[in-house]
């Protein structure tokens, strides 16, 4: 099951910052949070991911709360390009040793021109 | 590399029948993943493979699918007697994955099943 919690849908203005919000309340110490976001018709596309620190890359920014319980993912100029759902997923360890990512419904973003 | 290939992009086919799809994943990605995905909700994790062995599966690969990846490269993904319960997209991914790494996934765009 997802360990995520996210709002079904947001909505923003085009060139205006977006935050999307992500509540991972049982998250253990070795948990990485991951973001993707998928467009219509396509498969799922990696924006960003991050431990403990703050991360910046070319798509994003990602802002971890300082207990690791939640955090942002920050589009700092939304384009109309950027309508796409964004997961917010815990890579999921098995005691085996294998791995998967383990996607919720996601946040559905719609960018108004 | 052009990515993670997958064909065919749609695929009709008539309850009953078998149908077979195939992924490429990116030539140096050790890790590939199968997951389904119906309107409105996000990916559904299948199973998964570290090179040519297949390490786990998902309670949702009932005894009609059936997944393989010979050789470590390409894979596979077979439903048997399909259902129109079976109408999904189903999407590959790949991964490159050692310890103490912890890189993306590339998924590909996926191939749409309808069974009528």
């Known amino acids: 099951d997802a360990k995520t919690t996210q709002p079904n849908s947001m909505e923003s203005n085009e060139e205006e910052p977006v935050h999307l919000p992500c509540n991972h309340s049982?998250?253990?110490?070795?948990?990485?949070i991951h973001w993707y976001r998928q467009l219509p018709s396509q498969g799922p596309e990696y924006v960003i991911h991050g431990l403990t620190s703050n991360v910046n890359n070319r798509m994003a920014s990602l802002a971890i709360a300082e207990d690791r319980k939640s955090s942002t993912l920050i589009l700092h100029r939304a384009t109309l390009r950027d309508a796409a759902v964004y997961y917010c997923i815990l890579r999921d360890v098995s005691p085996a040793g294998s791995e998967k990512l383990v996607f919720g419904k996601g946040t559905k973003l719609t960018v108004n021109p | 590399d052009t990515g993670v290939s997958q064909n065919p992009r749609h695929k009709i086919t008539k309850r009953g029948q078998n149908v077979t799809f195939r992924c490429d994943p990116i030539s140096e990605h050790n890790r590939l993943y199968w997951y389904r995905q119906t309107l409105g909700q996000g990916p559904e994790f299948l199973t998964y493979f570290q090179n040519e062995a297949q390490l786990e599966k998902s309670r949702l690969l009932s005894d009609r699918f059936s997944a393989e990846r010979p050789k470590g490269s390409f894979s596979t993904l077979e439903i048997q007697r399909t259902e129109q319960g079976d109408s999904a997209m189903y999407l590959c991914?790949?991964?490159?994955?050692?310890?103490?790494?912890?890189?993306?996934?590339?998924f590909g765009s996926g191939t749409r099943l309808t069974v009528v």
């Open positions: 991914a790949s991964s490159l994955a050692h310890i103490g790494n912890n890189y993306g996934y590339t």
């Open positions: 049982t998250i253990s110490g070795t948990d990485y």
